[in-house]
């Protein structure tokens, strides 16, 4: 594939960036890709591993001459940077982020952002629960969707930023940034906080019963592990920040909850078969859809080859 951005600022550089980094690498779709992280450590793995081409100590040096800046940082962090970048930004260039909040990151982006940049909010929906730029590998958004909520930018810029989650492996679909955080807090926000609660739960009862619980866990109640694990920060700001969808969806699944537990009290079978059999068709729909593979393997992340190789 032919370059689509000479140099692509990653501002953050966890399991999201390097993917993006390795995709990019792998596809030849980015000339040069410079990184910043907060921490000194995750700079060193980036240049150890080889995914950025170099690494800056300052948000602001790393976005200099890039025509692509990827805001890769908690969405609570969002604003700041953007505000701390909005000077050095070249002329022309797009700056996107990968948040899985969207109002709230452009309310807190959007005014920092310069007259003749272009701001283009996204949300690759891919992850594991794993973070760190060790994470990170190419496949990661193979088949999976990219979101972009344009809200009325450029169309020639909106044409390639598609052009280049579409040439990392995503499918990619615009929306309206409310209905997006809508979506995401029936898809992805609400289940994060059941997990997180029912795993706490389990928690409270392993002191009762001497670590039978995590003994003998079943595959359900590994699942609810697997996402709990999950960056704290990162989920700590999506709530934050989406608060009013994730508060409308936990009340109706409240409400189901009551539901089923009155059925379960009156021993009203028909109503459980049912429940079960229409749920059971929505997993169903996630498989045929292509949106239930299997994660890589994680040690391949490490197997870019070294900068210049």
Not at 53 to 67: F, I, L, M, P, Y
Not at 146 to 165: E, H, I, K, S
Not at 243 to 267: C, M, S, Y
Request: proline share 4%.
């Amino acid at each position: 594939m032919a370059v689509i951005y000479e140099r692509v600022a990653l501002i953050g550089l966890g399991l999201i960036a390097s993917s993006m980094a390795h995709a990019m690498k792998a596809k030849g779709l980015a000339g040069e890709v410079v990184g910043y992280a907060k921490s000194a450590e995750s700079r060193a793995v980036a240049l150890e591993i080889g995914f950025c081409d170099r690494v800056e100590e300052t948000a602001a040096k790393a976005v200099v001459g890039a025509d692509l800046v990827v805001l890769a940082v908690p969405v609570g962090a969002m604003g700041a940077i953007a505000e701390e970048i909005g000077p050095h930004l070249a002329p022309g260039a797009t700056v996107t982020d990968v948040g899985s909040v969207k109002q709230a990151v452009i309310a807190a982006v959007a005014p920092h952002i310069p007259e003749g940049v272009h701001f283009i909010a996204g949300h690759p929906i891919a992850g594991t629960e794993h973070s760190g730029p060790r994470s990170g590998f190419a496949t990661l958004f193979q088949n999976r969707w990219w979101l972009l909520t344009p809200q009325g930018a450029d169309a020639a810029a909106v044409a390639r930023l598609r052009a280049l989650c579409e040439g990392m492996g995503a499918k990619v679909d615009e929306m309206d940034a409310a209905h997006h955080d809508l979506v995401l807090a029936v898809t992805s926000h609400t289940p994060h906080l059941i997990a997180y609660t029912m795993v706490g739960v389990a928690d409270d009862l392993r002191r009762v019963t001497d670590s039978e619980v995590i003994n003998y866990s079943a595959a359900g109640f590994r699942d609810f592990t697997r996402i709990a694990a999950s960056d704290p920060t990162m989920w700590r700001d999506v709530f934050l920040t989406n608060k009013e969808a994730t508060l409308d969806i936990l009340g109706r699944f409240t409400e189901e909850l009551f539901a089923l537990q009155r059925a379960i009290r009156l021993g009203d079978g028909d109503h459980l078969h049912a429940y079960f059999t229409r749920t059971r068709a929505i997993r169903r729909g996630i498989i045929e859809a292509g949106q239930d593979t299997a994660a890589p393997d994680f040690g391949r992340a490490a197997q870019v080859a070294p900068k210049g190789g």
